[in-house]
C-alpha cells in the first residue's frame, strides 16, 4: 500500500509538472495553474495513476515482443489492442546453438543462401569436396625469391652423441632378445645417425648378452650376421671385438665366464665370415692381458675343433620354443642318463634349466616315471624320485607340469605294459611314494590305474589275467 501511494505522488507530480509546462506554451498565467491543480480530486488521480501504470505495461509487452520476433521470426507473436500476447500459427523455433551454427547470411538483402557459398566461417578449410591444386609462384611478386625455387629440403637427424649412445641402442637389444627379428633391429638402426658410434653397437650387444642366457647369446650371433654388410662393415666389427677384448677384465667383475664366452662369440664370427680368418694370428706375442689370451685361445682352440667336424654354428644352441621336439626329448633322455651314472643333482638341475623350456617340463617328468617302470633295480626307482621331489620343493617343475607328466603315464600305462609286465606294480609303487614325499596329491595318487588278478574261469586253476580299472 505505502509503494502504490509513493508511485500515485510520483505520477501526480509527473503530471503537475506536464500541466504546468503545457499552460506556460498556451500563455497561461501559474495562478490559474495552481487553482487547477487544486480541483482534481484524490480519485482522478488514482484514475490516471492506474492508466498510465498500463500504458508502461503494454509497452514493455510490445518492446519484448519485437526482441522475440527478432530473434525468432518464426513464432508468429502479436499483440491485441487491449495489450494481450496473442498466438499466431506456432512454429518450431529453433535453439540459439542451431543459430550460431547457421551460416545463413543475416542482411536483409540476399536470397537468403549460405556465406561464400558454405566455404566461409571460422574453422573453414573451403567447400566440401574441393579439390587444391598446385599453387603458381608469381615471378612479380615482391616477396618472390628465386633460389627458393631450386631448394631441397629434406629430414636431417643429428649424429648420436656418445652419453645417449647406450641410452638409446640398449633397449632396442633388449627388446630384440624378446621377439628375434633382426629385420626389425637394421630398420631402427638405420633411421639413427650413429656416425662414429657405429663400431660400438657389436661390442655392447656381446656384452649384454654375457649376461643373458644362452639362447640369447645365439640370437646375438645371428643378429651380427645380419648388421654385418647392411647396417656395419666388416671394419666395424673388427674394430668391436677389439675393444671387447680390452675391456675384459671390467666384465670379468660382473661375468666370471666372460673370457671363455668372448672366445666362443670370435669363434663364431670367424665361422660366419664376419671376422677375418687372420683375425687371431694378429694378436700372436700381442697380448699381454691374460683374460684376452684365455679368449683368443678358446677361439682358437674352438676353430681347430671345427676343422675335426664340431659345428660351431650350433654352438650356443637353440632358444627352447625354436628347438624340434624331438631334439629335447634325446636332451632330456641324456640328462637322466647322466644322473642315474653320477647322481649329481646340481648338474641335471642346471641342465634343465638351460634347456630353457619350463612348457615342455611334463615330458621331463614322463621320461623320467618310463625310465624307472623300464629298470630292473631301485637304484634307478630311489634316485629319480629324489630328484623329483628336490625340483617339486624348488618349484623347478611347476605343480601342473608335474601333474600333467603324471597323466600322461596313466594315459600310456596299458601300451607300456606289453614292453614291461609288472609297469602296473611299479607305477603303483612309485605313486605311492611319491604322494608320501609330496610330490603329488590325493586326486592325482587316486587316478592311478590298478592291476587285478583274477582266474580266466572257475576250472582254469593256476590260469591268471590282468584287468585294468
Aim: aromatic share 6%; net charge negative.
Amino acid at each position: 500500500t505505502h509503494t502504490h501511494t509513493h508511485q500515485s505522488l510520483n505520477v501526480s507530480s509527473d503530471l503537475s509538472d506536464s500541466f504546468l509546462s503545457g499552460e506556460e506554451e498556451n500563455g497561461g498565467l501559474a495562478v490559474h495553474n495552481k487553482n487547477i491543480s487544486n480541483e482534481i480530486n484524490s480519485n482522478w488521480l488514482s484514475s490516471t495513476s492506474n492508466s498510465i501504470h498500463e500504458a508502461r505495461l503494454k509497452a514493455k509487452a510490445k518492446r519484448r515482443l519485437r526482441k522475440n520476433s527478432s530473434r525468432d521470426s518464426g513464432r508468429g507473436d502479436s499483440l491485441s489492442d487491449n495489450g494481450d500476447v496473442s498466438r499466431g500459427i506456432s512454429v518450431a523455433p529453433t535453439s540459439p546453438k542451431s543459430k550460431l551454427m547457421d551460416r545463413k547470411s543475416r542482411m536483409r538483402k540476399g536470397r537468403g543462401l549460405p556465406k561464400k557459398g558454405g566455404a566461409g566461417g571460422k574453422g573453414v578449410w573451403g567447400k566440401t569436396g574441393e579439390v587444391y591444386g598446385p599453387v603458381v609462384v608469381d615471378e612479380k611478386d615482391p616477396n618472390y625469391d628465386e633460389d627458393q625455387e631450386n631448394c631441397v629440403y629434406e629430414t636431417v637427424v643429428p649424429p648420436l652423441e656418445e652419453r645417449d649412445f647406450e641410452k638409446t641402442v640398449t633397449p632396442i637389444v633388449l627388446e630384440y632378445f624378446e621377439h628375434g627379428d633382426t629385420n626389425e633391429v637394421a630398420e631402427l638402426l638405420s633411421e639413427l645417425n650413429l656416425g662414429s658410434m657405429q663400431s660400438e653397437v657389436p661390442s655392447l650387444a656381446v656384452s649384454l648378452a654375457l649376461e643373458a642366457k644362452a639362447s640369447h647369446r645365439e640370437l646375438t650371433s645371428r643378429l651380427l650376421v645380419d648388421l654385418c654388410g647392411t647396417v656395419l662393415s666388416h671394419s666395424d666389427m673388427a674394430t668391436s671385438f677389439d675393444k671387447l677384448l680390452r675391456d675384459l677384465p671390467d666384465l670379468v667383475l660382473d661375468t666370471p665366464g666372460a673370457p671363455q664366452l668372448v672366445g666362443q662369440f670370435i669363434a663364431r664370427a670367424v665361422s660366419d665370415q664376419i671376422l677375418s680368418k687372420s683375425y687371431i694370428d694378429g694378436y700372436k706375442g700381442k697380448v699381454d692381458c691374460e683374460y684376452a689370451r684365455a679368449a683368443l685361445d678358446r677361439a682358437a682352440v674352438l676353430l681347430k675343433m671345427s676343422l675335426g667336424g664340431l659345428r660351431i654354428d650350433n654352438h650356443w644352441g637353440t632358444g627352447g620354443g625354436q628347438r624340434p621336439v624331438i631334439q629335447l626329448i634325446r636332451e632330456m633322455n641324456l640328462l637322466l642318463n647322466e644322473y642315474i651314472l653320477s647322481g649329481d643333482s646340481k648338474e641335471a638341475e642346471r641342465c634343465l634349466r638351460d634347456l630353457e623350456v619350463p612348457h615342455f617340463h611334463h615330458e621331463f617328468v614322463y621320461e623320467a616315471i618310463v625310465m624307472v617302470l623300464e629298470s630292473k633295480g631301485e637304484k634307478t626307482f630311489k634316485k629319480v624320485l629324489k630328484l623329483l621331489s628336490l625340483f617339486s620343493a624348488s618349484s623347478i617343475i611347476t605343480v601342473d607340469q608335474m601333474k600333467r607328466g603324471f597323466e600322461r603315464v596313466y594315459m600310456d600305462i596299458a601300451e607300456i605294459n606289453i614292453d614291461v609286465p609288472r609297469a602296473y606294480f611299479l607305477l603303483e609303487q612309485f605313486v605311492e611314494k611319491s604322494f608320501s614325499l609330496g610330490i603329488i596329491g590325493v586326486k592325482l595318487r587316486d587316478q592311478c590305474p590298478r592291476c587285478r588278478k583274477r582266474f580266466v574261469s572257475e576250472g582254469d586253476v593256476g590260469v591268471v589275467k590282468f584287468d585294468r580299472y
